[in-house]
Protein backbone atom coordinates (compact mmCIF):
# COMPACT_ATOMS: atom_id res chain seq x y z
CA UNK A 1 0.00 0.00 0.00
CA UNK A 2 1.49 3.72 -0.70
CA UNK A 3 -0.18 6.85 1.05
CA UNK A 4 -0.69 10.01 -1.63
CA UNK A 5 -1.99 13.22 -0.51
CA UNK A 6 -5.63 14.11 -0.89
CA UNK A 7 -4.78 17.04 -2.62
CA UNK A 8 -3.18 15.06 -5.22
CA UNK A 9 -6.03 12.97 -5.92
CA UNK A 10 -8.33 16.03 -6.50
CA UNK A 11 -5.83 17.27 -9.08
CA UNK A 12 -5.81 14.26 -11.18
CA UNK A 13 -9.39 14.24 -11.28
CA UNK A 14 -10.14 17.74 -12.55
CA UNK A 15 -6.96 16.91 -15.49
CA UNK A 16 -8.34 13.90 -15.99
CA UNK A 17 -11.72 15.07 -16.31
CA UNK A 18 -10.74 18.21 -18.50
CA UNK A 19 -8.50 15.24 -20.98
CA UNK A 20 -11.69 13.26 -21.25
CA UNK A 21 -14.32 16.71 -21.59
CA UNK A 22 -11.59 17.68 -24.73
CA UNK A 23 -10.93 14.07 -26.10
CA UNK A 24 -13.06 11.99 -25.09
CA UNK A 25 -12.44 8.78 -23.41
CA UNK A 26 -13.04 6.39 -25.97
CA UNK A 27 -9.30 5.29 -26.84
CA UNK A 28 -8.18 3.00 -23.78
CA UNK A 29 -4.27 3.23 -24.97
CA UNK A 30 -4.52 7.09 -24.80
CA UNK A 31 -6.31 8.01 -21.55
CA UNK A 32 -3.90 5.02 -19.67
CA UNK A 33 -0.78 7.02 -21.02
CA UNK A 34 -2.07 10.65 -19.91
CA UNK A 35 -3.25 9.21 -16.65
CA UNK A 36 0.25 8.04 -16.22
CA UNK A 37 1.80 11.41 -17.48
CA UNK A 38 -0.94 13.54 -15.09
CA UNK A 39 0.06 11.30 -12.25
CA UNK A 40 3.94 11.80 -12.79
CA UNK A 41 3.45 15.83 -13.06
CA UNK A 42 1.12 16.03 -9.70
CA UNK A 43 3.75 13.74 -7.30
CA UNK A 44 6.20 16.27 -8.51
CA UNK A 45 4.40 19.06 -8.29
CA UNK A 46 3.32 17.91 -4.54
CA UNK A 47 6.73 16.50 -3.95
CA UNK A 48 5.60 13.22 -3.60
CA UNK A 49 8.46 11.89 -5.49
CA UNK A 50 10.04 11.85 -8.89
CA UNK A 51 7.72 11.51 -11.49
CA UNK A 52 9.49 8.33 -12.74
CA UNK A 53 9.80 6.98 -9.42
CA UNK A 54 6.40 7.48 -8.43
CA UNK A 55 5.39 5.30 -11.33
CA UNK A 56 7.96 2.59 -10.36
CA UNK A 57 6.37 3.02 -6.85
CA UNK A 58 2.61 2.80 -7.39
CA UNK A 59 3.81 -0.38 -9.78
CA UNK A 60 5.84 -2.23 -6.79
CA UNK A 61 2.76 -1.24 -4.47
CA UNK A 62 0.32 -3.30 -6.49
CA UNK A 63 2.60 -6.08 -7.62
CA UNK A 64 1.72 -5.36 -11.16
CA UNK A 65 2.59 -7.46 -14.08
CA UNK A 66 3.68 -5.13 -16.64
CA UNK A 67 3.99 -1.28 -16.47
CA UNK A 68 1.12 0.85 -14.91
CA UNK A 69 -0.04 2.33 -18.45
CA UNK A 70 -0.52 -1.11 -19.82
CA UNK A 71 -2.52 -2.54 -16.96
CA UNK A 72 -4.67 0.54 -16.61
CA UNK A 73 -5.26 0.14 -20.82
CA UNK A 74 -6.17 -3.50 -19.80
CA UNK A 75 -8.63 -2.23 -17.18
CA UNK A 76 -9.93 0.66 -18.94
CA UNK A 77 -10.80 -1.96 -22.03
CA UNK A 78 -12.51 -4.59 -19.73
CA UNK A 79 -15.00 -1.66 -18.72
CA UNK A 80 -16.52 -2.43 -21.78
CA UNK A 81 -17.91 0.08 -24.10
CA UNK A 82 -18.92 2.70 -21.61
CA UNK A 83 -16.58 5.64 -20.97
CA UNK A 84 -15.32 6.64 -17.92
CA UNK A 85 -14.99 9.13 -16.22
CA UNK A 86 -11.84 10.72 -14.48
CA UNK A 87 -13.41 9.67 -10.74
CA UNK A 88 -13.47 5.63 -12.62
CA UNK A 89 -10.13 6.16 -14.00
CA UNK A 90 -8.60 7.13 -10.71
CA UNK A 91 -10.28 4.06 -8.89
CA UNK A 92 -8.77 1.89 -11.37
CA UNK A 93 -5.70 3.24 -10.30
CA UNK A 94 -6.43 3.47 -6.28
CA UNK A 95 -6.72 -0.83 -6.69
CA UNK A 96 -4.17 -1.52 -8.70
CA UNK A 97 -1.55 0.40 -6.98
CA UNK A 98 -3.34 0.09 -3.43
CA UNK A 99 -3.07 3.74 -2.93
CA UNK A 100 -4.59 5.47 0.28
CA UNK A 101 -5.24 8.98 0.32
CA UNK A 102 -4.36 10.80 3.14
CA UNK A 103 -4.36 14.69 4.21
CA UNK A 104 -1.57 15.71 6.48
CA UNK A 105 -2.30 16.57 10.29
CA UNK A 106 -1.63 20.30 9.18
CA UNK A 107 -4.39 20.38 6.38
CA UNK A 108 -6.85 19.17 7.81
CA UNK A 109 -10.45 21.28 8.40
CA UNK A 110 -11.70 22.85 10.68
CA UNK A 111 -13.35 21.05 13.79
CA UNK A 112 -17.05 22.43 14.54
CA UNK A 113 -18.94 21.59 17.25
CA UNK A 114 -22.77 20.69 17.29
CA UNK A 115 -25.09 23.04 15.23
CA UNK A 116 -21.71 24.49 13.55
CA UNK A 117 -20.73 26.00 16.37
CA UNK A 118 -16.87 25.66 16.88
CA UNK A 119 -15.02 24.34 19.73
CA UNK A 120 -14.69 25.65 22.85
CA UNK A 121 -11.00 27.36 22.06
CA UNK A 122 -12.87 29.65 19.66
CA UNK A 123 -14.37 32.97 21.54
CA UNK A 124 -16.43 33.88 18.56
CA UNK A 125 -14.03 36.17 17.56
CA UNK A 126 -11.88 34.78 15.40
CA UNK A 127 -9.51 34.50 18.35
CA UNK A 128 -8.39 31.75 20.45
CA UNK A 129 -9.15 31.92 23.84
CA UNK A 130 -6.30 32.18 26.53
CA UNK A 131 -6.17 29.78 29.64
CA UNK A 132 -6.60 31.37 32.94
CA UNK A 133 -4.12 30.18 35.58
CA UNK A 134 -5.79 30.16 38.91
Given at each position: MIELPQKMREGLIEQIESYIESNGGGDPEALAEYAV??????????????????????EASG???????????????????????????????????????????EEEPEKEGPAGFFDDTDNGFGEEEEEEDY
Open positions: TVIQSAAEEHQVADGTDIISQLELEGGLDEVLQEAVENAGDVELTAEEVISLVEKLCEIEWVTPD
